[in-house]
């Protein structure tokens, strides 16, 4: 069946849209002035409410066995400690770093993926990851006020990517606006469980935003979770997954140049900065290109 061109021109236009929205995350992340354990817990409390709240006035909010609540809740643990960890690296170093870090995910993913759903180990995946692990370790070498961020940013991407592979798993038996939901849900209920003890070794200060913390917050949850969320799915509509899993890693590069027209970063950033980017640039370019040929080959033989 012939492709529509202009479908898929929106749809290319829809996902540049997420993926630049996606970008806003980590410069909201610095703008908000809260610790990043609160942060997560408020981003987490207001989208399971507005997502509650638009599910109901649809009528499609869903029940589900106590099971399956668990299951996506568990999902939802995972990306609530992702973001703690990830706002953590951000405001131990800066924005530019955080996001950097987030790409080792594809590196994470080529390690653990295998394990856990039992499939053949890619060598070449694995290899293009490497490239990323070159460019992190650059970065690791320019300044050592920004060890602490880059170790924090490491973890996270190391549970996100246990988060990809947990959320592709298990999303596949339920409908995706409902997950989101009881994933903030399950998220937001171990986070709290845990708040005790993270606030007697991390004390966090002030508890609730203040000031511009509110508009910053509205965006963060309305924009960049709740409605990057619902963009995705309309994107993947139109455009294959492989090629939206492909295009979001440009997300870092949105971040960075964001956070250069916001903090001035740029003037932070060294030679060995920008050669650790470079890598992780040709990583992504050169996993493109070895997926689109295989892509090819595929459509060749069929």
Not at 58 to 67: A, G, I, M, T
Not at 69 to 95: D, E, T
Not at 200 to 217: E, H, I, R, W
Not at 264 to 287: M, R
Request: hydrophobic share 55%; glycine share 6%.
């Amino acid at each position: 069946m012939a492709s529509n061109p202009n479908k898929e021109t929106k749809g290319f236009l829809l996902l540049h849209l997420s993926v630049f929205i996606a970008g806003f995350t980590g410069v909201l992340g610095r703008l908000i002035e809260l610790d990043s354990a609160v942060l997560v817990w408020h981003r987490m409390a207001w989208a399971a409410v507005l997502m509650a709240l638009f599910l109901l006035s649809r009528k499609e909010l869903r029940r589900y066995k106590f099971k399956d609540l668990l299951q996506m809740g568990g999902v939802g643990v995972l990306l609530c400690l992702h973001w703690v960890f990830f706002y953590a690296s951000i405001k131990a170093s800066n924005v530019s770093i955080g996001v950097v870090c987030f790409s080792l995910v594809g590196f994470f993913t080529a390690l653990l993926e295998p394990i856990i759903n039992k499939h053949r180990f890619s060598i070449r995946e694995f290899l293009f990851s490497i490239l990323t692990v070159c460019g992190v370790y650059l970065i690791f070498q320019f300044d050592t006020r920004y060890r602490l961020g880059i170790a924090l940013g490491i973890v996270s991407s190391s549970l996100y990517a246990l988060f990809a592979i947990a959320n592709q798993h298990v999303g596949k038996h339920y409908e995706v606006k409902n997950m989101l939901l009881w994933e903030m849900i399950g998220g937001l209920i171990v986070l709290s469980a845990l708040f005790p003890i993270y606030n007697v070794l991390f004390p966090v200060g002030k508890l609730l935003p203040t000031g511009m913390d509110y508009p910053y917050m509205a965006f963060m949850v309305i924009v960049c979770t709740i409605g990057l969320c619902l963009l995705q799915i309309i994107v993947l509509q139109k455009i294959d997954a492989f090629t939206v899993n492909l295009t979001y890693n440009l997300e870092p590069v949105y971040s960075i140049l964001l956070a250069m027209l916001i903090f001035n970063e740029y003037q932070e950033l060294n030679f060995s900065f920008l050669l650790g980017v470079a890598l992780i640039i040709l990583s992504v370019v050169l996993q493109t290109i070895a997926f689109r040929n295989k892509k090819t080959a595929l459509n060749r033989r069929t």
